[in-house]
């Protein structure tokens, strides 16, 4: 999708985000300047997740310097990238690496901004506190959700009230700066329709990773019982809790919770095994009970280390090589169909024209309709067409299938089992692309 709309004319991105997807906006509009730049293909879509989470590495070893010193966060700094989830989305071309790294950043400057005597120099943390805060959420909303976890952290690290004054009026002037694209987003709602809470899934991936950062707080502290306690749990821990737990309590009322939306609470895990980690290799009373403690917690959520994600059969929604599978199914005057509409998405970088095909169901392409996935022909108008072709290629994503059925994807399906047979079917990442041919025979 990314590649898609960052290739469409600045008027044709314009008048597609007044209508959906406006919460990617600014994402979309940098990537086109990225193109415009270098149109070098995947490489260029995926550079900048590489970049920005190369920068939020560093961004979290300067944080864990600050908080718990120089092997803390080189620590915490190596780790980071290490955690799958970061992995993930580092190779990926979308906003969420770029979120992470302006999230780190402005957690530094808040940080800066905390510890600043200085009137001027304290004054200029503050005002790149809020500039960061509001560019992060205009690349996606959900980065405000920080917020919350930066006013506990100076609840709990009994911040002056001058500081708490200051922080209030840098997060508000950024929230306003936000809000219009609040507005608008939720009036395209419906984009986010797909999403469904997990109780197996998603909640226990949101209750190891905060486990294992408790067991790591709780390092810290004992290491440090004897002396000053550190800061870095104060920081780390409500980064790492608050924004996904807000994310989930909102779940309860309409489901919204993806861990990639909260990326960025990654850090704050990565921040506090680092500190931990630090304070178990010194010499301590404590150590030899808490190594096993931290090791035992530790293990089933950073075990295996990314590792399936250098597989090929690790990207299930790879547009490129579902593209290609579609290509290679069809022949010159088949028809190519997507079940459910929105699938069309896989094809955008090479549409069913470009090898000879036709996309059966399309009335107006994303661009020529300002669309995402473009407009299709009405049901009776797509039976009509399907009942006058002898092979369709079906391109099929099953999950979506579920939540995304309408009149015509009805259409779809019942001409199908009523006048064709499947004769051939491949898979590709979640995509199944069937071959039908016209007749009870193939």
């Known amino acids: 999708m990314t590649y898609e709309m960052a290739h469409r004319t600045l008027p044709e991105l314009w008048a597609t985000l007044a209508g959906a997807d406006a919460v990617h906006g600014l994402y979309y509009l940098l990537m086109h300047g990225v193109f415009a730049l270098w149109d070098g293909g995947p490489v260029a879509l995926r550079l900048p997740s590489v970049l920005a989470t190369a920068g939020a590495a560093a961004g979290v070893a300067a944080l864990g310097r600050e908080l718990a010193g120089p092997r803390a966060g080189l620590a915490a700094g190596v780790l980071f990238p290490l955690l799958p989830a970061v992995q993930r989305y580092a190779q990926e071309g979308r906003s969420y690496a770029l979120v992470t790294a302006l999230v780190v950043a402005q957690t530094w400057l808040l940080l800066r901004a905390c510890t600043e005597r200085g009137g001027r120099r304290r004054r200029t943390w503050w005002a790149g506190y809020a500039l960061l805060t509001a560019l992060s959420g205009l690349l996606h909303e959900f980065a405000l959700l920080a917020l919350p976890a930066h006013g ?16 209030a009026r840098a997060a508000c002037g950024a929230a ?3 809000t219009p694209l609040v507005l608008l987003s939720l009036r395209q709602s419906e984009q986010v329709g797909w999403i469904s809470v997990s109780l197996a899934g998603d909640i226990a991936g949101f209750l190891l990773p905060a486990a294992v950062g408790v067991a790591a707080a709780a390092v810290v502290r004992r290491g440090f019982a004897a002396g000053p306690g550190p800061r870095v749990h104060t920081w780390a821990l409500p980064l790492l809790v608050v924004p996904p737990a807000l994310l989930l309590l909102a779940s309860a009322v309409r489901p919204l919770y993806v861990d990639r939306y909260v990326l960025y609470s990654q850090a704050g895990l990565a921040l506090l095994v680092g ?8 010499p301590a009373r404590a150590r030899r009970l808490l190594v096993p403690v931290l090791v035992a917690a530790a293990v089933p959520a950073l075990w295996p280390v990314g590792t399936q994600l250098r597989d090929p059969h690790s990207r299930t929604d790879d547009a490129w090589a579902i593209g290609r599978a579609v290509a290679q199914a069809s022949r010159p005057g088949d028809a190519v169909l997507f079940v459910p509409a929105s699938r069309r998405v896989w094809t955008l970088s090479r549409e069913p024209a470009s090898y000879g095909a036709v996309d059966l169901a399309l009335a107006a392409s994303p661009r020529a309709g300002h669309t995402l996935y473009g407009t299709e022909l009405p049901a009776p108008d797509i039976r009509a067409r399907m009942v006058r072709v002898s092979r369709i290629v079906v391109v099929h994503d099953p999950a979506r299938d579920r939540r995304e059925a309408d009149g015509r994807e ?4 019942a001409t199908l089992r009523a006048h064709f047979t499947p004769c051939g079917e491949r898979t590709s990442g979640v995509a199944r692309i069937v071959v039908y041919e016209r007749g009870s025979r193939c």
Not at 275 to 282: F, G, K, Q
Not at 410 to 413: A, E, R, S, Y
């Open 176 to 178: 306003v700066i936000v």
């Open 410 to 413: 009805w259409t779809k399906k």
């Open 152 to 167: 506990i952290a100076l609840l709990v690290s009994r911040a002056p009230r001058a500081v708490a004054r200051a922080w």
């Open 275 to 282: 500190a931990a980690l630090d304070r178990v290799s010194r």
